[in-house]
């Protein structure tokens, strides 16, 4: 994929960016670790819409979160730092804006740091990993969905939102591990069987019985992208979606398989993709800020508390 690189990194304000903004690293978005990147694409959506006001929504209820992590036992963020891009004129048709996000990626990669994406809906995935799949050789995606996404194409659209796990594993080094998923097409079920070697799927249903050591185990010692689909989350606790899908996984399970993938990979980069907000109900839109700040915080942080 031929990427569209920007000229430079423009910032938002603390009044704006991601976390409440009187925090002692906010005035130094350029020595930031973490780098939030808002790319709300809404191009695809087969059912409910709403993802391109996600990144916004998510921004405006991590003002709420509380810095200091009860779990870590610290302020996590001060540990990394943490800087917000404003988001740009997204191109179209979607590939084009997949070449604009993807050369944003790079440039906050070439600078050694950590990209976050926030979408948008899920066909920004294959953008969003095109740098880090040309770094590094030995690349697994963390998944957690409700959806397979490994249609070959949807309604027309090769990059649509149905297939941006099919798009990710064009690169041919990359494997995939996905976590939660209760809704595959015939069509995708057949593409697993073929690809076994190189997907392994932890189904929704099976979930009581899940080892996240196994879970985690093609993680071991590699670099780790992880996309999280806020529908991997069930419907009772996430309505704020596209297609909201009952079965699937509590919050705290999340944490959980995230927590872990973090001990014993390496993750890299990351998304959370799908928030379609509901005018009057912050809670998903806090669940989804909290999300996203308790994984850059595993990510940047560390996963053991300090005492």
């Given at each position: 994929m031929t990427r569209a690189?920007?000229?430079?990194?423009?910032?938002?304000?603390?009044?704006?960016?991601?976390?409440?903004?009187?925090?002692?690293?906010?005035?130094?978005?350029?020595?930031?670790?973490?780098?939030?990147?808002?790319?709300?694409?809404?191009?695809?959506?087969?059912?409910?819409?709403?993802?391109?006001?996600?990144?916004?929504?998510i921004l405006a209820a991590s003002h709420q979160l509380e810095l200091f992590d009860e779990e870590l036992w610290r302020e996590p963020c001060l540990d990394f730092g943490v800087a917000t891009l404003r988001q740009p004129a997204i191109a179209t048709p979607i590939e084009a804006a997949l070449k604009q996000l993807a050369g944003t990626v790079e440039t906050v990669l070439e600078a050694g740091r950590f990209p976050l994406v926030l979408g948008g809906e899920h066909s920004i995935t294959p953008g969003a990993i095109d740098p880090l799949a040309a770094a590094y050789r030995d690349l697994v995606v963390l998944q957690l969905d409700a959806h397979a996404d490994l249609r070959d194409g949807y309604l027309g659209e090769r990059y649509s939102h149905a297939s941006a796990m099919r798009r990710v594993l064009d690169h041919g080094h990359v494997t995939l591990v996905s976590v939660g998923i209760r809704a595959i097409s015939a069509g995708e079920a057949t593409y697993l069987e073929a690809n076994r070697d190189r997907i392994n799927v932890h189904w929704a249903r099976e979930q009581a019985r899940w080892n996240l050591d196994e879970i985690v185990a093609p993680l071991h010692?590699?670099?780790?992208?992880?996309?999280?689909?806020?529908?991997?989350?069930d419907a009772a606790v996430m309505p704020a979606t596209g297609t909201p899908t009952p079965g699937g996984l509590q919050y705290l399970t999340a944490l959980?398989?995230?927590?872990?993938?973090?001990?014993?990979?390496?993750?890299?980069?990351?998304?959370?993709?799908?928030?379609?907000?509901?005018?009057g109900l912050h809670a998903a839109d806090y669940t989804a800020a909290a999300l996203a700040y308790k994984l850059m915080s595993y990510?940047?942080?560390?996963?053991?508390p300090r005492r």
């Open positions: 690189r920007p000229d430079r990194l423009d910032y938002l304000p603390a009044s704006e960016g991601f976390l409440e903004p009187e925090r002692a690293d906010a005035a130094r978005p350029e020595e930031a670790r973490a780098v939030v990147i808002p790319f709300g694409l809404e191009a695809s959506v087969s059912y409910g819409g709403g993802t391109a006001a996600g990144p916004a929504a010692g590699r670099p780790v992208y992880v996309t999280f689909d806020i529908d991997a989350l959980a398989v995230l927590k872990r993938a973090a001990e014993v990979g390496r993750i890299v980069g990351a998304d959370l993709v799908e928030l379609a907000p509901i005018p990510a940047l942080s560390g996963t053991a």
